[in-house]
């Protein structure tokens, strides 16, 4: 698991490969991971948007953004937290994601960019 905190924010990822939903023979392998978003502020934010920045091994890179996250713009409360499940796919066994998202605090009406830790999706037996 990797963690970040940003201006109050705790990230958090944890990684799995989805081997079930791979095909290493055609060039696919899936990943899911679980972030965990945790506000150690005294104000409440919401989760506006999103910007993901994703290689392969093989030095190709994609830019995703969006609005919100699996389709939700959720408002966490101080001290509360909010854990979703993703996916992305690679053209390698070997990769890694980075990005972040755009938050909004309405106590003072303000937005602040809150970073998300670069994580590494690895196919396990690259690991031996």
Known sequence: MVTA???GVK???ETTYQEEH???????FMFAYR???ENLTDYAVQLK???WFIFDSNGSQRDVEGEGVVGEQPVIEPGQRHSYVSACNLNTDMGSMS???L???EADNSDFIVDIPKFELIV???LN
């Open 5 to 7: 905190i940003t201006l």
């Open 11 to 13: 990230i958090s990822v």
């Open 22 to 28: 791979s095909n290493p023979a055609s060039g696919h």
């Open 35 to 37: 972030i965990t978003i």
């Open 49 to 51: 948007r999103r910007q």
């Open 99 to 101: 990005g972040n998202y």
């Open 103 to 105: 938050m909004h605090r």
């Open 124 to 126: 396990p037996y690259r």
